[in-house]
């Protein structure tokens, strides 16, 4: 065709139905069971065609259909109800302003390369986009003033289906954006846009905003004219593509995400990397600041990253992105002549070991050293993170590598089924849903009568026993199969059995088939006719990842046997919706990782409130979650070096935790039919887990651990550049000068070596500072137990005195606590002080006493 006039079709409601537009505008919808059957009560049929997406059942639906509906009191009067539940939502103020008032005028910036909100907004390929998602829902309930910023995708995230054989394949449809629940964001009458250097020319963004709630979602489309055919493809796809547009969607991401905040007049305070991907706002926040405030490059990074958080969901160094030097000076050679820094400088950001030119840049490295804060997914994804980064402070032991952790959550109004919100709110009140981290309202689950919580349950597992039905059927007749494999495909399951989900990306360390280890086994579990258990699986395996792939061959093939095919069903192309119905009708979560490879996985904690039970290997959240009251561990928590030897060792556990443990309690039923055992294991974690593993506790733990120091710390730097440079000089200071500093005299009580409990133990230490001021520095005792090596463990530092000085050598006393028996030890140290400076994450230098 010669030329194409494009023009976009919008819905046309009724002047009573006007407030609908609104309604399927705001992505408040999707955890709001109201407004989502206002929706089904226009057309159910549309509803699930459309992929649960309001705004094309706007758009479809018949004109007649919204002429009855404008007629129909009984539907307006629903709707009215929820645009004012809608409207009171908007105008609330939160849990933020109240707790916190002195923080009024911060935005918080959240980056991050997916968003999962709702599955009709494909935007998401797995977790790390699920948390986004459910992060942003927890910043609109608890009225943090955050905005996201990501990428709006044409094509998402591939679609999966399998063949005959059981082999994945891939489809990739493209999004209509104009039939999203979202919107282009205009600017004087026209959409707005940002542009991005690219080597030779200048890529243009389209920016788009979704309503989550109170906070807005800024979403960047290079798909536009503006573009040339290869740039419009930068935004194409999730995760797909070369090492080259890879860091193409990068550069979009971290530059022009802050360049789109800026040109509609947002400045965050603070800005926070969900991950990697958005490492490269640091480099242009820093070269705003530098324009602003006047600063040289480095000077400028200082302030920017006092106001900059960097979470990092990979437990493994291999999954974070690495960029080859050639392609990074390709494309940041214009930069770099900008901000006055050589490439090497720049490379050196991004490296650990920066004397080494052929390493790549490292977008984990880039992230935090243009941060402040940095912090792992889960308590033991803390301990590992810290382990991979310790050479970055090499001086100073695991402990006080200055890398903490937020254990992830899940938004629970997101993922609860709509009957056990019900109940919920008649035995916990209301509150319950505004404020799901309140462990008291928890507390009133035992107020549930045991039959209620059963049969709430037993309905959303016959629920979803219908869903899988159906759902398979489809997947039989998709892929050709007679009438009597789809005849057969509506009667497998039984609602009444034992049901185990196992649903994720299908990454070999996830290990989905060893429940498989032992095949005949696993055949008498599943066909006992008394105690019957099945199992529903679901996952994607990455498009190039073969070996993903032929896991899940093994378990379709395996299904198909004819005597287990009624009793295991995996369905195609997990998503939201399929991780929705799972999750509130499975009787227990499996997950089965390679310790300590999970960061923290959420799927587990979305069965919480709904009843479910977990059933897992020692590793992510539930390392830190179990305890015999509230599920099941696989395992002690041990760390194998042999793969085979512990893929046998656990697939016994786990056996043997079904055979005795798991399947008797579920079909240990008193007269009633009421599994009495079960039911108070289900009420311990909903109890116990369900306040805790919620994003709304982790939000305001972000909030109060990180937030709202990183904007205190970066308003105060930003507004006054002199601060900074004595900061600099300082930083200089020490980099001239470090070499110089020795303790030559360490004294401990005299060599004394025997000590009671509650004694104190004098030490005295001659330091020589050299170039040094004694203001620059402190002077630590570094004690605590000893382990058999002969090394101090977790020990603890305590600052010494400075009691005389002569030239550039001072003495240093003070007295350390015996607060414990056994074999203890201390060290002296000279750690770098500045009252600006956070230590050790941005300065790693330390002088320890030979």
């Not at 459309?50 to 259909?65: A, D, E, M």
């Not at 055919?229 to 890879?246: F, I, S």
Request: glycine content about 10%; proline content about 5%; some cysteine.
């Amino acid at each position: 065709m010669s030329r194409v006039y494009a023009y976009h079709v919008t819905p046309c409601l009724p002047p009573r139905l006007q407030c609908l537009n609104q309604l399927s505008l705001n992505l408040r919808w999707s955890w709001n069971h109201p407004t989502i059957e206002v929706f089904r009560t226009m057309d159910s049929d549309l509803w699930e065609e459309t992929g649960h997406n309001p705004r094309l059942v706007l758009g479809r639906i018949s004109q007649k259909r919204l002429t009855e509906l404008s007629g129909d009191e009984a539907f307006l009067a629903q709707m009215d109800r929820a645009h004012a539940s809608l409207e009171e939502y908007l105008a609330g103020a939160g849990w933020f302003a109240a707790a916190h008032p002195e923080a009024k005028g911060i935005r918080i910036g959240y980056f991050s390369a997916e968003f999962g909100l709702t599955e009709c907004v494909p935007n998401y390929a797995g977790g790390l986009g699920i948390l986004a998602g459910d992060h942003l829902k927890s910043a609109s309930d608890l009225g943090l003033p955050l905005v996201g910023v990501g990428l709006l995708y044409q094509g998402g995230y591939f679609h999966q289906y399998l063949n005959a054989d059981g082999w994945q394949q891939e489809t990739y449809p493209i999004n209509d954006f104009h039939t999203l629940p979202i919107q282009p964001v205009v600017d004087a009458g026209k959409p707005l846009t940002v542009s991005v250097d690219f080597p030779g020319r200048r890529l243009v963004a389209q920016v788009w905003k979704a309503e989550v709630g109170r906070v807005p979602l800024y979403l960047l489309d290079t798909n536009i004219a503006a573009n040339t055919p290869e740039d419009r493809r930068v935004t194409g796809a999730l995760y797909g593509g070369d090492r080259e547009l890879r860091i193409q969607q990068e550069l979009v991401l971290g530059i022009g995400g802050l360049r789109a905040l800026q040109a509609m007049g947002i400045r965050p305070t603070v800005c926070h990397m969900n991950e990697g991907h958005s490492a490269f706002l640091g480099l242009e926040r820093t070269r705003m600041l530098m324009e602003e405030l006047s600063l040289p490059y480095h000077d400028a990074r200082q302030v920017a990253a006092a106001g900059n958080i960097f979470t990092t969901h990979t437990p493994v160094p291999a999954g974070f992105d690495r960029f080859d030097p050639a392609l990074v000076e390709k494309y940041f050679r214009e930069f770099c002549r900008g901000v006055g820094l050589t490439m090497q400088q720049l490379l050196d950001y991004g490296r650990q070991n920066p004397s080494d030119v052929s390493e790549p840049l490292n977008m984990a490295f880039v992230a935090s050293r243009h941060s402040a804060y940095t912090n792992g997914v889960a308590k033991l994804h803390g301990e590992v993170t810290r382990k991979m980064a310790q050479p970055m402070w090499a001086g100073y032991p695991l402990h006080e590598v200055p890398i903490g952790s937020v254990t992830n959550g899940i938004h629970t109004r997101s993922w609860i089924s709509l009957e056990m919100s019900t109940l919920l709110t008649r035995y916990l009140g209301p509150q319950w849903g505004e404020k799901p981290a309140d462990t008291a309202l928890w507390q009133r689950i035992d107020r549930i009568p045991d039959q209620e919580l059963w049969r709430v349950h037993e309905i959303r597992r016959e629920r979803l026993v219908h869903y899988a039905r159906h759902r398979l059927a489809a997947q039989v007749r998709q892929r050709g199969g007679t009438d009597a494999e789809i005849t057969q495909a509506g009667g497998v399951l039984n609602p009444d059995a034992l049901t185990i989900g196992f649903a994720r990306r299908f990454a070999t360390y996830k290990r989905a088939t060893l429940l498989l280890r032992d095949i005949g086994r696993l055949r008498r579990l599943l066909a006992d006719a008394k105690r019957p258990v099945q199992l529903l699986l679901a996952g994607k395996a990455h498009p190039h990842d073969t070996e993903g792939k032929e896991l899940i061959r093994q378990i379709v093939r395996f299904a198909r046997e004819p005597q287990v095919r009624h009793s295991v069903v995996f369905l195609e192309d997990y998503d939201i919706s399929v991780a929705r119905y799972l999750v509130q009708g499975c009787d227990v979560w499996l997950n089965t990782p390679r310790r300590p490879n999970e960061a923290s996985g959420t799927s587990g904690m979305k069965l919480l409130a709904n009843g479910g039970l977990n059933l897992s290997i020692l590793d992510g959240w539930w390392d830190e979650a179990y305890d015999h009251e509230v599920g099941w561990a696989i395992g002690n928590g041990e760390e194998y070096g042999d793969p085979d030897y512990q893929d046998q060792v656990e697939s016994e556990a786990l056996y043997h935790l079904l055979e005795n443990d798991v399947v008797p309690l579920f079909y240990d039923r008193d007269a009633a039919g009421i599994p009495r055992g079960w039911l108070a294991k289900m009420k311990a974690s909903m109890k116990k887990l369900s306040p805790i593993y919620s994003t709304n506790r982790m939000v305001a733990e972000y909030a109060e651990r990180f937030y709202l120091p990183a904007a205190q710390r970066h308003l105060r730097l930003a507004g006054d550049p002199e601060r900074v440079r004595a900061l600099m000089e300082w930083r200089r200071r020490l980099h001239a000068h470090g070499s110089e500093v020795r303790i030559t005299q360490v004294d401990v009580d005299g060599g004394q070596t025997e000590f009671e409990v509650g004694a104190k133990v004098g030490v005295r230490a001659r330091v020589s500072l050299g170039g040094l001021c004694p203001g620059e520095v402190r002077v630590q005792a570094f004690y605590g137990a000893l382990k058999p090596d002969g090394e101090i463990g977790s020990g603890v530092p305590m600052d010494l005195m400075l009691r005389q000085s002569t030239g550039t050598d001072y003495v240093y006393e003070g007295a350390v606590e015996c607060a414990q028996s056994g074999s203890c030890g201390l060290s002296v140290r000279v750690v770098p002080f500045h009252q600006d400076a956070l230590i050790p994450y941005e300065l790693a230098w330390v002088c320890w006493a030979d």
